[in-house]
């Protein structure tokens, strides 16, 4: 669990301290986007419920036969630049709940305001065979599956990557960048050769004296690496650790177009830190783990904060309320890998001697747009991110309208939008 302990949230900077300025290595700022076609055209539209017309948020597309993609932002909205060759073809919709949707990419391309529907499959799935009745030896089958599914060579993930902060209803900082993600393969089960780097990023900074808060908290693009938990055999499933766990069968449930068992998990026994609940999604047919929604036990706060907190004032009471991470995989020709995580982080803070606290919520989250499956060489150890380095103090390029004009980003939502140009006026 050592790693675990290490990374378990996303956000890099929470609470905002103006005064922390680290310089940034120049191999870190190199403007060397993996996807920069000539001919470029830019697909977007909403995507909503086909039935309740609703906004559908997290929603994955990507492009059938290659390995460029992005998800739907909070509003539902996304936007995918392409290259011009690739118009004649389909772009898929992929939703938990929901079947897959083909729109064709000239029809996107063309209507500036499309919206694609979704339909939801039906959740009346009961009589699944389950597979030896015993939701503990799925789990185990689908780890012990992981040389079947999963990647086995070394691989570069480029990574679209957002943080933001908020105090109440309020936008007080937002921080975004594209970083290289590299891998070996996932039968290591190791995490110790895997690397992170920042591409380019920038950040906007509320600079009101009772929005900032000198605290921080682990994270930042590592999260990568130390949130797969396929990969990572140190995050919560190891041989030893997974008998600290109770399983139970759920519904199955519909997700990319295939059946899927859902286990839920929680701990039976008490540590001296922190244990995770939630959901995993297991394939059916190749018992390939594709998706798992984590909470982690906030109930004692001396537990959580030994491992959540890098930094606070004196005298400052640091709450943590909430701490949950969404972890996705998607298949690329036979084999599957890391493809979103996003994680959400809810806190109180108040003064000793002080009545009232303030409530804040952080939110991280990355999305795989591109995938290298041959690199040439490993990121070398003098750009890589290490455990002490914090992605708000490296984000620190100018914030303009063009500067994510060749990158696939997540686009921001409206309430986003309207937070960054108050920022900016400030």
């Not at 992929?94 to 529907?117: M, P, R, W």
């Not at 390939?288 to 959580?304: F, G, M, P």
Request: net charge neutral; proline share 3%; with cysteine.
């Amino acid at each position: 669990m050592k790693h675990l302990i290490i990374i378990l949230i996303t956000l890099s900077f929470v609470g905002i301290s103006a005064a922390a300025q680290t310089s940034l290595p120049s191999s870190a700022v190199e403007d060397n986007s993996s996807f920069r076609p000539e001919n470029m055209v830019v697909l977007q539209a909403t995507v909503r419920d086909a039935q309740t017309r609703k906004r559908l948020a997290n929603v994955n597309v990507y492009l059938p036969g290659s390995d460029i993609g992005t998800v739907t932002n909070g509003d539902g909205f996304f936007s995918l630049k392409i290259a011009s060759e690739h118009l004649s073809e389909k772009l898929v919709f992929s939703c938990l709940g929901y079947a897959n949707t083909k729109v064709a990419c000239q029809i996107l391309c063309k209507e500036a305001e499309a919206t694609v529907f979704l339909n939801p499959t039906s959740r009346v799935l009961r009589e699944v065979t389950i597979l030896g009745g015993d939701a503990r030896h799925l789990v185990d089958a689908a780890l012990q599956r992981i040389e079947v599914n999963y990647t086995l060579h070394a691989h570069l993930l480029n990574m679209f990557y957002r943080e933001t902060i908020m105090k109440g209803s309020r936008f007080v900082a937002i921080s975004e960048g594209v970083v290289d993600v590299y891998k070996t393969g996932y039968q290591e089960q190791s995490v110790w050769k895997d690397r992170a780097r920042l591409i380019r990023g920038r950040r906007l900074l509320n600079q009101k004296a009772q929005d900032t808060l000198a605290v921080k908290i682990k994270g930042g693009p590592l999260q990568a690496i130390y949130m797969d938990i396929i990969k990572n055999g140190d995050a919560i499933f190891d041989s030893e650790s997974i008998n600290y766990y109770d399983f139970k069968h759920e519904h199955a449930d519909m997700l990319n177009d295939r059946l899927h068992y859902v286990v839920s998990f929680k701990p039976h026994v008490v540590l001296d830190y922190p244990l995770y609940s939630g959901l995993l999604y297991i394939d059916t047919e190749t018992l390939c783990l594709t998706r798992a929604e984590l909470s982690l036990d906030v109930s004692d706060k001396e537990k959580v904060n030994r491992i959540v907190l890098k930094k606070k004032p004196l005298g400052l009471r640091f709450r943590c309320r909430e701490s949950s991470v969404v972890v996705t995989y998607r298949r690329h020709g036979d084999r599957t890998c890391l493809d979103y995580m996003r994680n959400v982080i809810r806190f109180h803070c108040d003064w000793k001697r002080r009545l009232f606290s303030s409530a804040y919520s952080a939110v991280a989250e990355m999305v795989v747009v591109d995938v290298d499956h041959t690199p040439s060489s490993t990121i070398p150890s003098s750009q890589a991110y290490n455990d002490n380095q914090l992605f708000y103090d490296d984000a620190k390029e100018h914030w303009d309208e063009h500067y994510w004009r060749d990158y696939n980003i997540i686009e921001p939502t409206e309430s986003l939008e309207k937070a960054v140009l108050r920022l900016k006026k400030k």
